[in-house]
Structure formats: C-alpha cells, structure tokens
C-alpha cells in the first residue's frame, strides 16, 4: 500500500489580521484558545502576535532582585569606609598635634614628660 503525501501549506497573515485579533483578545470577544480555533492557528502563534502587538501584554523579564540590593549594599559599605578613612585621618592629625605639644612642653619645661608621666 502506498502511502499519501500530504502537501503542507505555509499560511502568512498580514499584520493588520494578527493586530485585529490582538485587539479581539484584549477587548474580551475572543479568548486565546477560541482565536486559535477560530482562525486555525497555534496558541503559541498567538502569543507570539498578542507580546508583539498588544499594548497591554508584554512578555515577562525576569527580575534579579539581590543584584540591586548587592549593589545598593556595596554602594553603602564604600561610603561607610570612606567615613571611616576620613575619621582615622582626623585622629592621626590629633596624634601628632599632642605628640608635638608634649615635645615641645617637655623641651621648654627641661622635664621628660613621656617618661615621667607615668611616676608619681
């Protein structure tokens, strides 16, 4: 028994046709699966007219949250390390500042106060 070939037709729709179905669906007159048997075509063809065409419907991104939050997190511990650097750097400069009183104090009373500091 020979077997029967069946010629596969390739059908193209216009956009004004996938924008008048689009727009069916969105104004509720048709759902997606009754569009599909309506006008013969894939659901999936209609989803793909419905994420191109609709103004309304638009193909879900995904949303990586903790890359924000990582950033906003980092952004936060440079400002933080930055304070801290300018905090140490104002203490530095009032360590020398006493340090140099003391040795001048020390040099103008012929006392060595660093090491006498400690004895009552």
Known sequence: MAKKYEIRTTRHFSEE????????????VLSV???????QVSVQSIYKWLY???RYLRKQSRIV????????????????????????????????????????????LDIDIKKNFGSK
Not at 17 to 28: A, D, L, M
């Open 65 to 108: 949250v903790e890359k924000q939050s990582e950033e906003k997190r980092r952004l936060e511990l440079k400002k933080e390390n930055d304070n801290l650097h300018k905090v140490i750097g104002q203490k530095q400069l009032q360590i020398d500042f006493l340090e140099k009183l003391i040795e001048m104090a020390s040099n103008e």
């Open 17 to 28: 046709h996938k924008r008048q179905v689009v727009n069916e669906i969105e104004t509720c």
């Open 52 to 54: 191109k065409y609709s």
């Open 33 to 39: 699966s009754q569009a599909s048997r309506e006008y």
